[in-house]
């Protein structure tokens, strides 16, 4: 098959969606496909023949650096386009996207989960792994996200909507301390923060509309965090992630030792069962397709809640889904190609 990997973009999300993309066009690469890795916002800049683009003798990943502990400027990332546009595909992303057999939407954030790019690709014709643009962009609300679980009965910590220049005291009275504090569309973390009195819940939102003007606050829930993982409709083991310091972050979810994971994750079989089953209901409620991860919270009382969706899962040396397909003894280089495969099913 003709392969592309889309990684990269412009969101905060970028150091991340590279390494997923370096990752998953090294695997694709051994499987014997003809693969190429582009940056969906730089392209490919002076590339005068596309022809022999899938079967070129060229190391696309020999650029790529890592993930480092803080999210990536982009602004120096959009000084780097020659053309100085805004427009989210780079040069010939869309001409070799079009020739390929299937893309593989290795992109995180903004930039790949909120819809717009798969709706791109549906009004192209191109086929594309992952969920649709319906499904990606509500899922990347987290408060649009809320509302469609709140209805289907799903239990979710208390949290309430906030626009910037809206904040007040009558909400943060519903709520309580400690709370958490969310940019509404981010992803990876990057902009959360826990505020244990209104001082630090003031830092929290500032830094929060430092990425966008609305946020979500919701209830900081004492206990343990899991993530479940739906490749075709079924759920994958459970995983538990155990930051040794402070909560799941930005820093803790990609620097390799700052998170311990266990999986299957040790708990009761009809707590994991339970969990797999509200993993497999969000899927359907936010109309997913071929693959997603679900990430979830239980109290001390190990009661459940559901954290959010993620419609394009990370696939780097410490990413959840690769380790839940790990568990049920599917390697990495099968991963992929089921993740094709499910993705492929979209189009039958």
């Given at each position: 098959m003709k392969i592309v990997v889309l990684a990269g973009g412009i969101s905060t999300e970028r150091d991340v969606s590279l390494v997923t993309g370096t990752m998953v066009y090294r695997s694709l690469k051994k499987s014997g496909h003809d693969v190429i890795l582009m940056d969906v916002f730089l392209g490919l800049e002076g590339e005068e023949h596309l022809e022999d683009i899938f079967t070129r003798p060229v190391e696309w990943d020999a650029n790529i650096g890592g993930i480092a502990e803080t999210d990536p400027d982009i602004e120096a990332i959009r000084n780097l386009r020659a053309d100085k546009s805004d427009n989210m595909f780079g040069e010939h992303v869309l001409d070799v996207c079009?020739?390929?057999?299937?893309?593989?939407?290795?992109?995180?954030?903004?930039?790949?989960?909120?819809?717009?790019?798969?709706?791109?690709?549906?009004?192209?014709?191109?086929?594309?792994?992952?969920?649709?643009?319906?499904?990606?962009?509500?899922?990347?609300?987290?408060?649009?996200?809320?509302?469609?679980?709140e209805v289907e009965g799903i239990p979710m910590a208390q949290g309430i909507y906030v626009k910037k220049g809206q904040e007040g005291p009558m909400w943060t009275e519903e709520i309580g301390y400690p709370c958490i504090v969310k940019p509404c569309c981010g992803g990876s973390s990057v902009g959360v923060s826990k505020a244990?009195?209104?001082?630090?819940?003031?830092?929290?939102?500032?830094?929060?509309?430092?990425?966008?003007?609305?946020?979500?606050?919701?209830?900081?829930?004492?206990?343990?965090?899991?993530?479940?993982?739906?490749i075709g409709g079924e759920a994958l083991p459970v995983i538990e992630i155990a930051p040794i310091s402070g909560f799941y972050d930005y820093k803790n979810k990609y620097q390799a030792g700052s998170t311990v994971e266990t999986?299957?994750?040790?708990?009761?079989?009809?707590?994991?069962?339970?969990?797999?089953?509200y993993a497999v209901?969000?899927?359907?409620?936010l109309g997913m397709a071929a693959y997603a991860r679900i990430d979830f919270l239980t109290d001390e009382q190990g009661e459940i809640y559901c954290l959010e969706a993620n419609t394009l899962p990370g696939m780097t040396p410490t990413s959840l889904l690769p380790q839940e397909a790990a568990a049920m003894g599917m390697d990495f280089d099968t991963l992929c190609l089921r993740l094709i495969e499910v993705s492929m099913g979209k189009y039958a």
């Open positions: 079009a020739m390929a057999d299937i893309v593989f939407l290795a992109l995180h954030g903004s930039n790949g989960e909120d819809g717009r790019i798969q709706a791109a690709f549906d009004l192209m014709g191109i086929r594309y792994t992952g969920c649709g643009y319906l499904s990606s962009a509500i899922s990347m609300d987290k408060y649009m996200t809320r509302k469609f679980l244990e009195n209104s001082r630090e819940l003031e830092q929290a939102l500032e830094l929060a509309f430092s990425f966008e003007n609305e946020a979500i606050v919701e209830s900081f829930i004492t206990g343990r965090e899991f993530s479940v993982g739906v999986c299957p994750a040790k708990i009761p079989q009809e707590q994991a069962r339970k969990m797999q089953e209901q969000v899927y359907q409620t």
